[in-house]
T-cell receptor, first 119, second 112 residues
Framework: DTGVSQDPRHKITKRGQNVTFRCDPI?????LYWYRQTLGQGPEFLTY????????KSRLLSDRFSAERPKGSFSTLEIQRTEQGDSAMYLC?????????????????FGPGTRLTVL | DAKTTQPNSMESNEEEPVHLPCNHS???????IHWYRQLPSQGPEYVIH???SNVNNRMASLAIAEDRKSSTLILHRATLRDAAVYYC?????????????FGTGTRLTVIP
């Protein structure tokens, strides 16, 4: 399978603990995105990497959240001192910009997500 | 980002066509119209996109109004596997992050 993979698929933790999620994008994709999705809502953008550079962060990404992509390949998302409100599905996506006039188009390929439950 | 409005839910009988509407009255001249769908327990997947002209691909067709203030995703023959939440998204023509702004989408139920 050459799609986007995420690990773990499910994580249950107690409030106050730290958690880390991993995303492996499609190998030739230089853009990587993290989203969060709560029940009944569409995914919300958290942050974006182009290669190893973190170029954009949403206001949703509080100080307790940190994301890295050290070698421009896989990425990790860490949440420190988890709160019950952090319970959500965390989705990773990757894309590769296409050449051509429609430069705004780069289809994002999503992974299956990591479901976090904070007790 | 320009906003889109979609019905919360729709139903369709299996093997019948489905027309999923989307209103985007504040669309700008360079916004592309994208559709993604999210099957149960999966991440979203790309369906189709367009700018001004109607578009067809193996999954669906996209009909764009002449004034671009609305569009319709057309599934020509709904199957049970098409049951999903469908998101209509506007993406600005820029070379930035192009992160997707999802709304709440339309939940499509396909009745056998």
């Amino acid at each position: 399978d050459t799609g986007v993979s995420q690990d773990p698929r499910h994580k249950i933790t107690k409030r106050g603990q730290n958690v880390t999620f991993r995303c492996d994008p499609i190998s030739e994709h230089n853009r990587l995105y993290w989203y969060r999705q709560t029940l009944g809502q569409g995914p919300e953008f958290l942050t974006y990497f182009q290669n190893e550079a973190q170029l954009e962060k949403s206001r949703l990404l509080s100080d307790r959240f940190s994301a890295e992509r050290p070698k421009g390949s896989f990425s990790t998302l860490e949440i420190q001192r988890t709160e019950q409100g952090d319970s959500a599905m965390y989705l990773c996506a990757s894309s590769s910009p296409l050449a051509g006039p429609s430069s705004s188009y780069n289809e994002q390929f999503f992974g299956p997500g990591t479901r976090l439950t904070v007790l | 980002d320009a906003k889109t409005t979609q019905p919360n839910s729709m139903e369709s009988n299996e093997e019948e066509p489905v027309h999923l509407p989307c209103n985007h009255s504040t669309i700008s001249g360079t916004d592309y119209i994208h559709w993604y769908r999210q099957l149960p327990s999966q991440g979203p997947e790309y369906v189709i996109h367009g700018l001004t002209s109607n578009v067809n691909n193996r999954m669906a067709s996209l009909a764009i109004a002449e004034d671009r203030k609305s569009s319709t995703l057309i599934l020509h023959r709904a199957t049970l596997r098409d049951a999903a939440v469908y998101y209509c998204i506007l993406r600005a023509h820029q070379t930035g992050a192009n992160n997707l702004f999802f709304g709440t989408g339309t939940r499509l139920t396909v009745i056998p």
